[in-house]
């Protein structure tokens, strides 16, 4: 794996934009002003899927970059997995990061921190996040069923019930119901 640019032998890379990212952000009037000034690359995923079929695995590799939109730090699409038992298996390789752990069917979310050297079970039915609160690139593996695939529906039509935003230097999590959007921009 080359962490710096983000790549993996045999991968099809995918970089994702600030304009992939329209609804993600919960400051609507930040992420608008953002994009009128440019439109930078937020994360890519490189990924490997040698085989298909049962007992096979696919596996990725992502570079998030560190930034903000308005408070809101900068984070994946998000997504559920179209096979839904799926689970799946992230290992941190660089910088400091959250997953955040929605249950389909439940009202409990969880944010659990993803930095190198931690590993965090992603259970199935269960839609994740990957969110940089730090400094450097946020760097992961995700390992996971071959015919997990990726269901970014419902998560477009509601967004996850959480953000998680910098407040007086910290990162916190609010209910996005909570979280009254003040200072616009990408910083
Ligand atoms: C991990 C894996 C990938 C996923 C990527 C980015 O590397 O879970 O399968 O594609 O993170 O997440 P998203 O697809 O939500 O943008
Ligand atoms: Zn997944």
Same mark, same amino acid.
């Given at each position: 794996?080359?962490?710096?640019?983000?790549?993996?032998?045999?991968?099809?890379?995918?970089?994702?934009?600030?304009?992939?990212?329209?609804?993600?952000?919960?400051?609507?009037?930040?992420?608008?002003?953002?994009?009128?000034?440019?439109?930078?690359?937020?994360?890519?995923?490189?990924?490997?899927?040698?085989? $298909? =079929?049962?007992?096979?695995?696919?596996?990725? /590799?992502?570079?998030?970059?560190?930034?903000?939109?308005?408070?809101?730090?900068?984070? $994946?699409?998000?997504?559920?997995?179209?096979? @839904?038992?799926?689970?799946?298996?992230?290992?941190?390789?660089?910088?400091?990061?959250?997953? &955040?752990?929605?249950?389909? @069917?439940?009202?409990?979310?969880?944010? !659990?921190?993803?930095?190198?050297?931690?590993?965090?079970?992603?259970? =199935? @039915? $269960?839609?994740? @996040? $990957?969110?940089?609160?730090?400094?450097?690139? /946020?760097?992961? #593996? =995700?390992?996971?069923?071959?015919?997990?695939?990726?269901?970014?529906?419902?998560?477009?039509?509601?967004?996850?019930?959480?953000?998680?935003?910098?407040?007086?230097?910290?990162?916190? &999590? #609010?209910?996005?119901?909570?979280?009254?959007?003040?200072?616009?921009? !990408?910083?």
């Amino acid at each position: 794996m080359d962490l710096e640019r983000g790549t993996l032998e045999n991968a099809t890379v995918t970089r994702r934009y600030l304009s992939d990212l329209r609804g993600a952000f919960a400051d609507e009037r930040a992420y608008a002003q953002a994009l009128a000034r440019d439109n930078p690359l937020i994360y890519t995923v490189a990924s490997v899927e040698p085989a $298909t =079929g049962e007992g096979q695995l696919h596996y990725a /590799l992502a570079v998030l970059m560190p930034g903000k939109v308005g408070a809101e730090y900068f984070l $994946t699409k998000g997504h559920l997995h179209a096979w @839904r038992p799926a689970a799946e298996v992230y290992v941190g390789l660089r910088g400091q990061g959250f997953l &955040l752990l929605e249950e389909e @069917r439940g009202e409990t979310s969880r944010l !659990v921190p993803l930095s190198a050297h931690g590993v965090v079970y992603v259970p =199935g @039915r $269960t839609a994740h @996040r $990957t969110i940089n609160v730090g400094a450097e690139k /946020l760097v992961y #593996l =995700g390992i996971y069923p071959a015919g997990a695939g990726h269901d970014y529906g419902a998560i477009a039509e509601r967004n996850f019930r959480q953000v998680v935003v910098e407040q007086a230097g910290r990162a916190v &999590l #609010l209910d996005r119901a909570a979280f009254r959007p003040s200072t616009p921009g !990408v910083s």
